[in-house]
Every structure is written in C-alpha cells, then in structure tokens.
C-alpha cells in the first residue's frame, strides 16, 4: 500500500526535480481514496481500460481490457470489479494478482470527454457465480458462449485524473463482427509478429 501521499520514489524524484510544492497540490486537490459521483459515472460509460500487475519479485505486465459500457462495475465508492474470460491461458493478471495484490488501473475517454481516470488500490479474485451471490445485479455478457471464469475485485486506495493534454481525440467506427472466444487462429490475429515462424524483424536494420 502506497503512502498518503505518494511513494518514497515518488517524493525522491520531486525534490530533485524541484516540484516537491506543485506535487502537493496534486495530491491535496485531485488524489482522492475512494471514487466520487463523476468518477463513477465515468467509468460506468467507459468500453476499455489497460491493467497493470507485477508478480512478487516486481516484474511487471501492461494488458488491455474491453466490454460493453459498465464492463468494469462499479460495487462501492472504494471497490471496482471486472468479469475474466477464457484467454490464451497464460493467466498472466490474474497469476500477477496471487502473488502481489497491488494493481494499477487507467480508464481512458478517447471519443468524448479526452480525459483519462487513474484507479489504483489491491486485488482479489472470486469465481463469477460467488461474485453473482453477492452482487446479483451484476451484468451477464450477451455474446453467446462467452462467460466469466471469475472477477477481479480492486479496492481503492487512489483515483485520480490523467490531464487531456496528450490525449488524442478519435472517433467511433462501426466495429467488424469481432469473434469473442474463438480458437480461430486466424480470427485471433494469427502470427502477427512472426514469433512462431521465426522470422526476424528488419526495424534498424
């Protein structure tokens, strides 16, 4: 659990850089412990966000995750959940999470508002038909086929904004019929690096 205020690093790097005061309006006037009423709303109307965990030993995985607005509920003020579906099975969030329960979450609003939300806090995982018990208003994928193995439960400990500045404005397009769940390897995007084939990369060459 990070500080009140920031981590050790944090506050290093500040008095190096000299921004130790502009820092400490950050923190007095956008960090807040738990989610207001416009965070809420934000993230009930959001279709994407990117996770980070790191697993004991601090090596850490950036993954991407996509739904329906309200994908990522809302349970409490202090407390956001998210469905796991079956995936490549390399499990590497969720194994992340068993070891290290500190996550790092960023929503951000490309279409509309161009503003991101930064949710940060500790992890829990439960299987969806406890996590239905308990939230019975939870939402059920329509996409046949498709259902959650379990949730990831993230009790805050920050949110706070990401600045617009950087954020590029993008626009909407009719999606392609995208096949949730598939084994299609072709559907999955093949070897669109060429790691399976072996074959080398000529950036910088």
């Known amino acids: 659990m990070r500080g ?6 944090e506050r290093l790097m500040q ?6 005061q502009r820092a400490e309006r950050f923190y007095d006037q ?23 965990t790191a697993d004991a030993l601090g090596h850490c995985d ?15 003020p202090d407390r956001v959940a ?4 079956r995936g490549n099975g390399v ?3 969720v194994g992340n999470v068993v070891e290290n329960p500190n996550v790092g979450l960023i929503f951000v609003d490309f279409f509309r508002d161009v503003i991101g939300l930064h949710v940060n806090g500790h992890a829990t995982l439960a299987p969806d038909a406890e996590m239905r018990r308990e939230f019975p208003h939870l939402p059920s994928d329509q996409v046949p086929g498709r259902r959650a193995e379990r949730w990831v439960n993230v009790f805050v400990e920050e949110a706070y904004i990401h600045c617009a500045k950087h954020i590029p404005k993008l626009r909407k397009v009719t999606a392609e019929d995208r096949a949730w769940g598939t084994d ?7 070897d669109f690096f060429g790691v399976a084939a072996g074959t080398l990369g000529t950036v910088g060459r």
């Open 30 to 52: 956008q960090v807040l412990s738990a989610l207001n009423d416009r965070m809420i709303e934000f993230i009930g109307r959001q279709e994407m966000m990117f996770v980070a």
């Open 184 to 190: 299609d390897t072709r559907r999955k995007g093949g």
């Open 62 to 76: 950036c993954t991407f995750r996509a739904g329906p607005p309200g994908f990522v509920a809302v349970l409490a």
């Open 4 to 9: 009140e205020h920031g981590s050790a690093g």
């Open 91 to 93: 499990m590497a969030s």
């Open 82 to 85: 998210w469905p796991e579906y």
């Open 15 to 20: 008095q190096q850089a000299g921004t130790v």
